[in-house]
């Protein structure tokens, strides 16, 4: 949408001083792929026009992963470029999943835990949060897995109403199943309180998505 800045400007005629709006000015970083993905890849003019214009707040580019996973915790409560270019532009429709009425839930986190060159998890995020925009973050499987409780309580520490999780990634059934229930004991203990979570797995062999677990609210 090259012309968004003139749409923007008919919209706010008057500058805001605070939108909520989170943004990130992508330069050099090692997790450039997953903040363009999380974050959306903007021009310079839009981005000066949504900093000067709408109040927009610049969050500096992370240089480690638990500010990475900070800052896309950030973005996944307030409104980033990918989520305001999104906005009425798309009907909301279901995928097919049994809990897709949380697919978009402020108070549930949808995590995609990826590998190196995992191109299906990567789609399956971006194809999702087409759909639903909010409530989505990318993360390495294997410094998610390697430090679960840590993620958990920043998780909740951002969001301390949270009811559910939703991870997807590209394990086996096997693996989902103790995956879910590792996660879930761990997630109630740090919130002390009952926490629903799905397990959605990948099985990159079968090239299908499945739900491993679902759990009513």
């Known amino acids: ?13 008057t500058p805001i001083n605070d939108s909520r709006i989170r943004l990130f ?3 050099s970083s090692q997790s450039n792929l997953e903040l363009s ?7 310079q003019s839009y981005s000066q026009y949504l900093i000067d ?9 992370p240089q480690n992963t638990e500010n990475f996973f900070k800052s896309s915790l950030c973005l996944s409560i307030s409104i980033n470029p990918v989520s305001l270019k999104l906005k009425n532009l798309v009907k909301k ?12 839930n402020y108070l549930a986190l ?10 299906d998890i990567l789609t399956s995020f971006w194809n999702t949060r087409w759909f639903h925009s909010s ?4 993360l390495s499987k294997q410094e998610f897995l ?8 920043l998780i909740l520490l951002a969001i301390p109403s949270l009811k559910a999780i939703q991870i997807t990634a590209n394990i086996s059934r096997e693996e989902a199943q103790v995956l879910q229930s590792e996660i879930k004991s761990k997630a109630c203990q740090i919130a002390k309180r009952d926490m629903a979570v799905w397990i959605s797995y990948c099985n990159f062999y079968e090239k299908v998505r499945k739900v491993a677990v679902y759990e009513e609210i």
């Open 1 to 13: 949408m090259p012309h968004i800045n003139s749409v923007l400007n008919n919209l706010y005629q």
């Open 25 to 27: 000015k992508i330069s």
């Open 37 to 43: 993905l999380q974050g959306g890849i903007i021009s």
């Open 53 to 61: 214009y709408l109040g927009a707040t610049v969050i500096p580019i």
């Open 93 to 104: 429709t279901k995928v097919g999943l049994s809990i897709s009425e949380w697919q978009d």
């Open 110 to 119: 949808c995590l995609f835990l990826y590998e190196q060159g995992d191109l």
């Open 135 to 138: 409530n989505k973050l990318l």
């Open 146 to 153: 390697n430090s679960v409780e840590h993620y958990l309580s």
